[in-house]
């Protein structure tokens, strides 16, 4: 058990990692594209999208990038169905997800990292409560608690806060059951235990932090670069009372063919994302970047050529 | 005069084709919603091919053992491991640190076991003792807690063949059937020749089966699961999933985890739905029919008019901003007021009674007709009661709930949630006022005024004549009207998404959340991949939202017949 | 007591209120929508408030009283003070401040200025005398002076200075802004352009697709339907039509229309533009198709209604002088029936504006920042998805972080919304109501 704790934050816990990128090629203008571009997928990628793809358009004004945001499951779907050529996603797919790509396509779908994200616990802002540990975490949105305690938590007594609220309840708020979020939860906090009935599934971050803002016995999980004046962020601790953050990689999937490779398009929007700009936007959008060396791995990948200099 | 012909024969028929292209449109939409959600029901198969199109990469699960060991040692891929005795002892360790802990250790009280399996990926471990029930534990921290036994064939078992984390193989002599651990149900069966079984292989995508004979012969096999996470026990009768304590009714799509089947119960979306209409049902009726009531029998001819159309075009009213208003608005207000709100249920009715009676008695003295009131003295005990509601609610909340409602709930036991069915009840009802509205004035003022004339003559006051003659003659219309609201309270959207916080709960409780089938259709749609399971379950709550409103609508449809021709008649 | 009872009294008296309450809360509910919906442009004061004896006077505007929530007796403020101009993004967590009402300075200052910039950003400065030609001399907050370039501004005054009358004239440009406008990345600001442009041409495109069915549907019912048991079928079938939650017929919709009919249209059609979609996809066809069928019966009755009212001795005359059924039905019937059917075609435009639920299914996005008619060959793009008015104000309010921004802005588009469901409504309305007059003449 205490293995798994550690796996968990061992895994999650790659403290924000804000060095400024150096310099790496992929930005250049070269021919023309035009047509649509249809993106379907996270909602935790949405806003970076919409600010990629403007600056996108900038460069290639004939292009019409078309965004929907659903939930990192959606992506899975329209890429199986040729709904989209681009599906951001806030997860990895899950293997049932990659077969059936793979049933109709033939190959597997090319995931590629574009950035980082944080999630984070958020109260009311009036709320006494300063940090909390995972376990309790656990044991709040489980139905019942697989990692490590049996016991389910309910009040805010629970949690060791006296006064008016500690009679209450935790009025839980989550994203819903399309999103990366949740599944990430589900894996990582759970132990791939079910969340409780009484957890409200809001379609989008932004309306988990309003939720939050207006419920005073409210407690949500979103990302962190949503936070309001409204609501205040709690310290997430393990179990030694170390702080530690939740972070997880946001991805982008293609449907890429081996032989005949991906659209023009499609390729030269990630090259925009995983170059230097796209990550300076990334980072003042509230997300962190990726590391300058797995970009230029990356970009490698996507078969641009190295520059040296 | 022939072109004259022709063009009348075309015109009738390509009218009179629409016309039926509107019935075989709707038929159409039915029909296909059915011709989706049927696979769902239909069992699967194991069937034999030749060989498979290509070569999949096998995962061998059975071998023929030689002898029967003393103790049987297990293991499920999760780092944890299972050593069972004959006699039922069991010992479950946990990896921990590269040595081997001792999580829980059980002496189960059965018959000599004859084989055991442990599910990969699981924790569920299934036991067999010669009977045709095969025992079904799983570990929850340290404790074993049984779920439901599965029947399996009542010839000899032979062994038992883990597949995934929720089926099995169960190999008896000349038969090979395929169950499924939480709804206790066989999937497919496959009739085997005499020979004996050496080895079964499967392929990687779970698809394929191969099975090695000991004469030296092979077969393959073709697996149809067909949907086997959805069956009627799934939908609608409380399953044990692993890892609770007991049976429940489980909404957990989890598209998002990679290992997890979906847990498809229609029951608590259904009684949400069913639970947001009845309290928007139980704000709008009254207050639609009284309203609407009142509206046709005494406001003069063309005030009738405009609060006629005004109400028609508040039945156009975007419900996605009532949804938003509930939400933001309403919900924090009404946590922070709920006993303000009690309190003007409960003031604004009696206080309205209270003053028609010292209205009445007022008249009675002065000798008057004492029926309508005006505007302004109708105003008075509305008003009156929010100033009183407004100046009792601290005072009381003080003396009688210890300073406030929400803790003296609380420490009842009764769980408030700020997005709930009371919230519900007033934005939906909202939406669903107009509808009821126009339909009740509708057939309350059609009613032939020959009718209530003649009680009128005989010395009864108005609402003597709306009582005995009017309302009878009109009811089968306002039931319709009812019927009206309901079915849009049932389809309604928007609100729920918005305001009800989407927690499939059960039970009727106004404090709680609901999750309805319209929210989740809305959400979950676009996140199943089709043909899944869940893509046809969430067709399956379209159609049965689409019989449901079948059924109100049709109803509608006669009642409305049958009251004009019952006017006709008059 | 009893005679109080037996008369009625009580169920006049409480159905009288039950009218008021309803047609209480109604006002009350469009009165809340216009209330905050014309807040939002409207230019308010700058304030200015000092945290600490210290530090500089910020500037800021206030947006409403708070209760404290530690049990003190105190009045606060929450105060907005504005985007910053260091770093692009708005995050809204050090936008809002709650302050205590002694923190804020009396006088309101007069250079106080308000600054639009094209990338959605609001600033609050001191505005600064130098003013150059390519630069904006601002001095903000923390007490440095910045330039800020021209192509940078969209807008800028000062609040406090305004008249009334100016006020007003600022507070029309930004209403036509609003209305003309672009979102922009930054989520709640810029205008609401393109939903309002994809609304009207969603439903344009329905009202072509769902005119000749619903009419042609109404008059076979009435002209052509013999009374019997398969017209009684069809009848209940516009009822149920009618009632299908519109959900549901977007579920049919993604089903069939998308996934079935525009895969096979794909790979038909457009094969070598595959794996990319092309009518596979959720898009504006698809959207107005199936809100023609939700709205099919909204025209079906009002023609139907529309037809039932003309006089059956002008058929019968147009019988009399020989024409056809044919004939008598386009050249008698439909012309003087043609307001009816626009009434109920208004009536359908004004449904299909406000559903949005079943438009999340097909065809509605977040941002499409092309239009689905523009200038590119074949200039009406059936395809493209499309911006809605119903689903923007969904979005704006459930995917906005800043809940102040999201409210308000929320209000504004949903006032922009019923204007035009009630407009539409409205004139259906006078349009019958004049049918309802001539037949009366007629008659």
Not at chain 1, 26 to 49: A, K, V
Not at chain 2, 283 to 290: D, E, G, Q, V
Not at chain 2, 493 to 503: F, Q, R, S, Y
Not at chain 3, 365 to 384: C, M, N, T
Request: hydrophobic share 50%.
């Amino acid at each position: 058990m205490f293995n798994r704790m550690l796996a968990l934050v061992v895994g999650v816990w790659i403290l924000a990692v804000q060095a400024s990128p150096a310099a790496l090629p992929g930005d250049e203008t070269t021919t023309p594209l035009r047509g649509n571009l249809t993106t379907t997928g996270s909602d935790s990628l949405n806003s970076l999208m919409q600010v990629w793809s403007l600056h996108f358009m900038r460069q290639y004004p004939e292009l019409n990038v078309q965004i929907q945001a659903g939930g990192s499951a959606t992506a899975a779907v329209a890429l199986t169905e040729s709904t989209a050529s681009l599906g951001p996603m806030s997860r990895l797919m899950t293997a049932t997800e990659r077969q059936r790509f793979e049933r109709v396509h033939g190959y597997p779908p090319l995931a590629i990292p574009v950035a980082l994200e944080t999630l984070a616990v958020f109260v009311h802002r009036s709320n006494p409560l300063r940090a909390i540990r995972l376990s309790e975490l656990e044991q709040l949105f489980s139905v019942e608690p697989q990692c490590q305690s049996a016991k389910a938590l309910r009040y805010w007594r629970d949690l060791g806060l006296t006064g008016p609220l500690s009679q209450r309840t935790v009025a839980l708020f989550g994203r819903n059951s399309a999103s990366g979020t949740y599944g990430f939860l589900k894996q990582q906090l759970l132990c791939h235990g079910d969340f409780r009935p009484e957890l409200h599934e809001l379609p989008g971050a932004a309306a988990v932090i309003q939720a939050v803002a207006l419920a005073e016995n409210g407690l949500g999980i979103a990302g962190a670069r949503h936070q309001s004046a409204a609501v205040r962020r709690l310290q997430l601790l393990n179990e030694q009372h170390d702080v530690i953050e939740l972070q997880r990689s946001l991805y982008i999937y293609l449907n890429y063919h081996p032989d005949t490779a991906a659209g023009m398009a499609e390729l030269a929007f990630l090259r925009m994302v995983l170059s230097d700009s796209g990550q300076q936007l990334a980072v003042e959008h509230g997300y962190e970047a990726l590391p300058t060396e797995q970009r230029s791995l990356l970009l490698q990948q996507l078969g641009v050529k190295q520059n040296a200099s | 005069m022939q072109a004259r012909h022709y063009f009348d024969k075309i015109s009738r028929w390509s009218v009179t084709l629409v016309g039926y292209g509107i019935l075989l449109a709707f038929a159409f939409i039915f029909l296909f919603l059915i011709w989706q959600v049927w696979p769902l029901f239909q069992a699967g198969s194991i069937s034999p091919v030749a060989s498979p199109d290509t070569e999949p990469e096998w995962h061998s699960l059975y071998q023929a053992d030689t002898g029967q060991q003393a103790e049987l040692h297990l293991d499920n891929g999760l780092q944890e491991r299972v050593v069972l005795q004959r006699d039922g002892a069991i010992r479950w360790y946990l990896q921990q640190d590269e040595s081997w802990q001792l999580q829980l250790r059980d002496q189960l009280t059965m018959a000599p076991l004859s084989d055991a399996v442990l599910l990969p990926g699981s924790r569920t471990l299934l036991l067999a003792d010669g009977s045709a029930q095969v025992q079904s534990w799983f570990r929850l921290h340290q404790q074993l807690i049984a779920r439901p036994g599965i029947s399996v064939s009542d010839t000899p078992l032979l062994a038992l063949i883990p597949v995934s984390s929720s089926s099995f193989f169960s190999l008896h002599p000349g038969l090979l059937q395929l169950h499924q651990v939480d709804s206790a149900r066989l999937l497919a069966e496959l009739r085997l020749p005499s020979d004996r079984l050496q080895h079964l292989q499967l392929s990687d995508d779970r698809q394929w089966l191969r099975l090695d004979w000991q004469s030296g012969t092979s077969n393959w096999y073709q697996i149809q699961w067909q949907h086997p996470s959805v069956s009627f026990t799934q939908l609608w009768l409380p399953v044990h999933y692993e890892g609770r304590r007991e049976p429940a009714y489980v909404w957990q799509t989890a598209a998002a985890a990679d290992d997890a089947s979906p847990k498809l119960s229609l029951v608590p979306l259904t009684i949400g739905t069913l639970k947001a209409a009845w309290y928007a049902m139980l704000f709008a009726t009254p207050l639609a029919i009284l309203a609407a009531v009142y509206t046709a029998c005494y406001l003069p001819e063309r005030w009738r008019y405009r609060v006629k159309a005004s109400m028609e075009m508040l039945e156009s009213m975007p419900t996605v901003i009532l949804g938003f208003i509930a939400a933001f608005l309403l919900a924090p207000w009404l946590e922070q007021q709920l006993l303000l709100f009690f309190m003007l249920l409960l003031l604004v009715p009696s206080l309205v009674l209270l003053s028609s009676a010292v209205w009445y008695c007022w008249r009675q003295q002065r000798q008057q007709q004492a029926e309508q009131p005006g505007w302004f003295v109708l105003l008075i005990p509305l008003l009156l009661a929010v100033w009183l509601a407004y100046i009792g609610t601290p005072w009381l909340e003080q003396w009688w709930f210890d300073g406030s409602l929400l803790l003296w709930l609380g420490e009842r036991g009764i769980d408030y949630q700020q997005r709930n069915a009371l919230i519900i009840g007033m934005a939906m009802g909202l939406a669903v006022i107009p509808s009821i509205f126009s339909l009740t004035e509708d057939v309350v003022s059609q009613v032939p005024p020959s009718l209530a004339q003649g009680v009128l003559a005989l010395g009864a006051s108005r609402w003597q004549a709306l009582s005995s003659m009017v309302l009878p003659v009109a009811a089968p219309g306002i039931l319709a009207a009812v019927l009206l609201g309901l079915g849009r309270a049932l389809g309604e959207t928007m609100i729920l998404i918005m305001a009800t916080g989407n927690t499939p709960l059960l039970g009727f409780d106004p404090f709680t959340g609901m999750r309805s089938l319209t929210a989740s259709l809305s959400l979950e749609m676009p996140e199943a991949a089709v043909s899944s399971s869940h893509f046809k379950v969430l067709l399956l709550a379209a159609l049965l939202l689409l019989v449901l409103t079948f059924f109100i609508n049709t109803l509608v449809s006669v009642l409305r017949q049958r009251i004009r021709q019952r006017y006709q008649q008059l | 007591m009893r005679q109080w009872w037996q008369q009625g009294s009580p169920w006049v008296w409480l159905s009288a209120s039950a009218l008021l309450l309803c047609l209480g809360l109604f006002m009350a509910l469009l009165l809340l929508i216009t209330s905050k919906g014309l807040q939002h442009l409207w230019p308010a004061p700058l304030v200015q408030f000092q945290l600490t004896e210290q530090t500089e006077p910020e500037l800021g505007r206030l947006m409403r009283r708070q209760d404290a929530t530690d049990g003190m007796d105190r009045a606060l403020w929450l105060v907005d003070r504005g985007d910053s101009l260091q770093a692009r993004d708005s995050s809204p967590a050090g936008r809002y401040l709650l302050i205590t009402a002694t923190e804020l300075l009396p006088e309101r200052p007069a250079e106080a200025v308000l600054v639009q910039m094209y990338d959605g950003r609001t600033l609050y400065a001191w505005r600064q005398p130098q003013r150059t030609a390519d630069a904006f001399w601002l001095q903000t907050g923390t007490g440095e002076q910045v330039a800020l370039p021209w192509e940078q501004v969209r807008a800028h005054w000062l609040p406090n200075q305004l008249s009334w009358w100016q006020k007003l004239q600022l507070y029309l440009q930004e209403w036509r802004h609003f209305l003309t406008a672009s979102p922009n990345q930054n989520p709640g600001t810029g205008g609401i352009f393109p939903a309002i442009f994809g609304t009207l041409v969603m439903v344009l495109l329905m009202a072509v697709l769902v005119t000749p069915f619903g009419i042609l549907a109404a008059i076979y019912l009435h002209e052509y339907a013999g009374k019997n048991w398969l017209t009684q079928w069809i009848r209940t079938s516009v009822y149920n039509l009618a009632g299908i939650p519109s959900v549901v017929m977007g579920v049919f919709g993604l089903a069939f229309f998308v996934y079935v009919l525009g895969g096979s249209l794909d790979r038909l059609f457009y094969p070598d533009q595959l794996p990319a979609p092309t009518f596979g996809t959720p898009g504006l066809f698809w959207a107005a198709l199936t809100l023609a069928l939700l709205t099919l019966p909204v025209v079906i009755v009002a023609t139907e209604e529309g037809l039932a009212k003309l006089p059956q001795a002008q058929r019968l005359g147009s019988f009399a002088l020989g024409a056809t059924q044919a004939e008598t039905i386009w050249k008698v019937v439909v012309p003087q029936a043609a307001p009816a059917m626009l009434t109920g075609l208004i009536l359908a435009v004004a449904r299909a504006a406000g559903e949005v639920a079943p438009l999340m299914l097909v065809g509605v996005v977040k941002s499409a920042p092309q239009l689905p008619i523009d200038g590119q060959f074949p200039y009406i793009h059936l395809e493209r998805k499309f911006m809605h008015l119903g689903y923007h104000l969904y979005d704006a309010g459930f995917q906005n972080p800043d809940t102040e921004v999201a409210i308000s802005l929320v209000f504004t588009i949903g006032l922009v919304l019923l204007t035009l469901i009630l407009l539409l409504n409205l004139s259906a309305f006078l349009l019958r109501q004049q049918l309802r007059r001539k037949y009366r003449l007629i008659d």
